[in-house]
């Protein structure tokens, strides 16, 4: 786990103030400062921080005036407030009402400092019990999550770079827990994965995107095509080969409009078994993705020997291909790399239109990111509204063009 310094916010219309506790917090923590409620709000509006550490006495508006605000952009951080000796006693009384969490003054900083680590030490203590608590009785209620059919699959658009159509869609499951909300698979899949229930959700997963296209396909998308993540687990301990053909044959679906994505460790772990069900499940049609390319540790000439068809360059690196030079190259050498290999490309977590115009320079193939969808239920796919508008499909399946396929379509003008 990466060990993050917390992040803080200082605010006061102080100069001398703000710049001593910046200066004496900065070697501790991650500080940005700010000289007014507003300016710290704007700062909020774009960026977490674990700690507002805030001056009660500020013109145009006060400390307490700004926490209404706060609590509606940043509930769970901390709020520290700063108050000098005039307005302590309120100040107190404001704390004790709920209206800020922890109180200081300013020019005791041995006192400011211990303010600052007795609130971000409860902040821990509240986040890892939360995340204990979620996570343990995630893996003790999966088992029952797929008969109350709380599971869900969420759709995200997959595009050609050159030319802006949808090519199909990922399927991403999601939980809608009982007490939790919705949980993301970064939640539960690990458990899921230890007790092995990865192949129970897998298959739910796999048959109910096949369904979910065949409907697509139906209304008129059939140039559609979806692709569903499968774990080690589902090759060694499930039966995975013989899972796909009976969606597909229940479907009628051609099963080159099925692809699956696995990841580059997965591929390594579980080397033996898996590359003998995937050459079997190539040989019927299915196509093969190795996800989340370049976090793992397989180099490209190993990619030759395996039985696969695209690559899915990590959102890790398309997030710094425009910004950060090493990243930039390596994005390069990838897509040429894999080019050669006769592989296609499809970059994840595109999210800006520089982001595109710079895969669309190199030829990537394919893209997937916010820019262009979020992953969301499969009625509610503003892409496929648009595809749908073009064919004879029912008048239920075509509302106007949304804002999202609006703004997609026009990174391509
Ligand atoms: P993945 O297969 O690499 O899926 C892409 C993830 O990136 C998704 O997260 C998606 O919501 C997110 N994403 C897409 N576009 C953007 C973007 O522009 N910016 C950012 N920051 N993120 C973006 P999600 O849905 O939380 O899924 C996380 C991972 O969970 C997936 O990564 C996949 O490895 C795993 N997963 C999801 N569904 C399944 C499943 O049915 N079975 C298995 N075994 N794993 C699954
Ligand atoms: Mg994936
Ligand atoms: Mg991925």
Not at 66 to 73: D, P, Q
Not at 303 to 314: A, E, G, N, T, W
Not at 378 to 406: C, H, I, N
Request: glycine fraction near 6%; charged fraction near 25%.
């Amino acid at each position: 786990m990466k060990c993050e310094k917390a992040r803080l916010l200082i605010i006061d219309d102080e100069a001398a103030v703000r710049n001593v506790l910046v200066e004496f917090l900065t070697p501790s923590y991650y500080c940005a400062a700010a000289d007014s409620a507003a300016e710290a709000l704007a700062l909020l509006a774009s960026q977490p921080f674990d700690l507002i550490v805030s001056d009660i006495n500020m013109p145009q508006m006060s400390g307490l005036e700004m926490m209404s605000h706060i609590a509606e952009t940043s509930p769970d951080s901390l709020i520290i407030m700063i108050s000098g000796q005039r307005t302590i006693e309120f100040a107190i009384d404001a704390m004790r009402a709920g209206a800020f969490d922890y109180i200081t003054k300013p020019f005791d900083l041995a006192e400011v400092k211990a303010a600052v680590d007795r609130a971000l030490g409860h902040l821990t203590r509240t986040r890892n019990r939360s995340v204990t608590v979620r996570e343990t009785s995630a893996s003790r209620d999966l088992r029952h999550a797929l008969e109350r059919e709380e599971l869900l699959v969420y759709y995200q658009p997959k595009i050609t770079i050159g030319t802006g159509e949808v090519t199909g869609v990922e399927a991403l499951v999601r939980w809608q827990h009982p007490h939790f909300g919705m949980l993301s698979p970064s939640e539960f899949i690990p458990a899921a994965e230890e007790s092995g229930l990865i192949v129970e959700v897998g298959d739910f997963v796999l048959r109910s995107a096949c369904a979910q296209l065949k409907r697509w396909h139906e209304a008129g998308a059939t140039g559609l095509n979806v692709a569903v993540n499968v774990s080690p687990k589902q090759f060694k301990e499930g039966r995975l080969l013989e899972v796909v053909m009976e969606a597909l044959n229940e479907t009628k679906l051609d099963a080159q409009n099925l692809h699956l994505e696995l990841t580059e460790t997965s591929m390594i772990e579980d080397a033996d078994c898996v590359l003998r069900v995937l050459t079997k499940l190539r040989e019927t049609g299915v196509r093969v993705a190795i996800d989340d390319f370049g976090t793992g540790y397989s180099s490209l000439s190993y990619l030759k020997r395996l039985p696969i068809d695209f690559l899915k360059l990590d959102q890790s690196f398309v997030a710094g291909a425009t910004t950060n030079p090493d990243d930039a190259a390596l994005v390069m050498a990838i897509i040429t790399l894999a080019h050669n290999l006769r592989l296609r490309v499809i970059a994840e977590g595109i999210e800006t239109e520089e982001q595109l115009k710079f895969l669309k320079l190199l030829r990537c193939d394919e893209g997937q990111g916010y820019l262009f969808g979020r992953p969301a239920p499969a009625d509610f796919m503003p892409f496929l509204s648009q595809m749908l508008m073009d064919v004879d499909a029912p008048e239920a399946l075509k509302p106007g063009m949304t804002q999202a396929a609006r703004s997609a379509k026009a990174a391509w003008m």
